[in-house]
């Protein structure tokens, strides 16, 4: 699962450096990367960091 | 009490949005009206003067015999006479004198950048007491070892290979005379555009890079490399494997940091994002909100989560434990040497103090110092609000919350933004440091992740919201003409550029980070083992306490 956690990360990036060829409107960039950096956010938070805390230290 | 301060902390928060806007649309002063009939007995204009070398031979300096005098009142040391001649046979001709001006321009800016570089340095010292007293009496000696040696681990590394890859692109840097040695960037197509990725030249500053001016720039983006590796030792104090820290350290010195600074600094994609693109003057990081403390925050956060909590952080539940540091003195008086360093890391980021708008260094040090202090005030606001008592540590964290925060924006944003953006970081690291405590569990001692990370990537953001669009550097800022402006004062695409930025500190490096620490986790391991944590990490891991009295009182009290 961390690894899944680290492509979903780095697919944020991927997003956001994509809206630079995909719109030239900034509205619509900016939607764009807001969606990449919550990707990125939900990468680390949500499956990188739940991958680690299943084997934490205090639940041993 | 808790509703006292609340009200008075919402009121003033109020009261300087208000001031803010209320400040946007003044339109520029007209200038004073011309007399409506000019006097009869105006003369006309004459040509000005022109100064030939003849002009310049006649200029004597003071005689000797008032020389010998002595000048106690400084009239008379520094003249014509100081001026050095190019050719003897000539003697002094203009354009000695033309070329005086000019060194000294580069002097001054020379002596500007290296001295602020000496603040950065000692910003290490500020790094070191701090993170040491945050930490238990028991890892003391480690947590200081481990900030005394990142700043000659990273800089090696960065001498190695990462000055190149960060500022070999970079070209020139008019302030420092010109740094032409570097030259040569590595870009891909990507949507029509050239992307700069890495720079080339400036290896172990051999060949043209032996230059005065890549000296300068050198030691100026060494120190603040090694601010942002210092970062993670905080995060991963008091479990972290000393020999494991420094290889990482050397791995971030010599590409984590010096990637991202590329893109930002040296030339590259990032920078670049207003030229090629048309957002705005491209992602602008003043001083290194982003550069700096975000990297240095996420790769403290990716150490945080890769090697765990320390033993007792959490109960079984996952209920965090409070762990308090052992000298709170050291904490604050760290604060103090922190927010000292700071005035050379943002007025000296203009890498001047002559010409190209560079006395704007003191709006950019009035605006370091306020937005530090109102991060401290929020802070321990919110904490007296909150917690019904002034934390001592929160306030000296939000002290540097409200740095961190306004070092990106610094050199483009007005006072009053200077103090939101402080307020808003001081308040912002409370939250995140109760957020990463209790909701993601990731222990992080001395609350770096809060700190430089949550609050560089503010302080990225505040570029797109509040720059003013009144500073000058030159007439351009990353090659597109004008002032950085944003969005409050007409430029969406600035905040566009600057989350941009956001976004690459989260996906890419953060990723980076992770990957590489992974990597020597799996060789070497990065945590130390259960029952050196227990003891502490002094004895096991560097062969010495850090306080030997202590243990000696501890053994004639009979305890262990």
Known sequence: MAIVGLVITLLGFAVAVASLGMASGNTVRLVIVLVGILVSLGGIMGVLNQAYMKDAIWKK | MKK??????????????????????????????????????????????MITDADIKALSGPKAEDKAKGDPGGTITGNVADIPVGDMKKGLTLADVVNQIGQNTIAINFVWTLVAGFLVMFMQAGFAIVET???????????????????????LAYWLIGFAI???????????????????????????????????????????????????MFLFQMVFMDTALTIVTGTAAERWKYSAFIISSIVMGAFTYPLFANWAWGGGWLATLGSS????????????????????????????????????????????????????????????????????????????????????????????????????FAAMCYMWTRYGKPDASMTGNGLLAGLVAITAPSGFVNPTASVIIGVIAGLLVCLSVEFIDRVLRVDDPVGAISVHGT??????????????????????????????TGLFYGDGGQLVAQLMGV??????????????NMIIHAV?????????????LDIPEMGAVAYPDFVLKADAMGME
């Open chain 2, 277 to 376: 693109f048309g957002l705005g003057h491209g992602y602008s990081d003043f001083a290194g909100s982003g550069v700096v403390h975000a990297v240095g925050g996420l790769t403290a956060m990716a150490m945080g989560i890769l090697i765990g909590p320390r033993i007792g952080k959490y109960t079984r539940d996952g209920k965090p434990n409070a762990m308090p540091g052992h000298d709170i003195t050291m904490v604050l008086l760290g604060c103090f040497i922190l927010a000292f360093g700071w005035f050379g890391f943002n007025p000296g980021s203009t890498l001047g103090a002559s010409a190209n708008g560079n006395l704007r260094i003191s709006s950019i040090a009035v605006n370091t110092m306020l937005a530090g202090m109102a991060g401290s």
């Open chain 2, 166 to 216: 960060q500022e070999g692109g970079v070209g020139a840097v008019s302030n420092l005379g010109g740094t032409a040695p570097l030259s040569s960037e590595f870009a891909v197509k990507l949507f029509g555009k050239d992307f700069g990725l890495w720079g080339m030249n400036g290896i172990m500053l051999r060949g043209s890079t032996y230059d005065v001016g890549v000296m300068v």
């Open chain 2, 524 to 536: 070497m391991g990065q945590r130390v083992s259960a029952r050196t944590e227990l003891e502490g």
């Open chain 2, 4 to 49: 006292v301060l609340l009200a008075l902390v919402m009121t003033w928060c109020f009261g300087l949005l208000g001031t803010v806007f209320a400040q946007t649309p003044v339109p520029p002063a007209e200038p004073p009206a011309a007399p409506a009939a000019a006097p009869a007995t105006a003369v006309a204009a004459a040509p000005p003067a």
């Open chain 2, 133 to 155: 007293g945050l930490c238990r009496a028991k890892n003391a000696n480690h947590t200081m070892m481990m900030n005394f040696m990142v700043y000659g681990a990273g800089m």
């Open chain 2, 455 to 484: 609050n560089g990537i503010w302080g990225v953001i505040s570029v797109g919201l509040f720059a003013d669009g009144k500073s000058n550097y030159a007439g351009a800022w990353n090659g597109v003409p004008g002032s950085v």
């Open chain 2, 503 to 516: 976004a690459t500190l989260i996906g890419f490096v953060f990723t980076m980070s992770f990957v590489l």
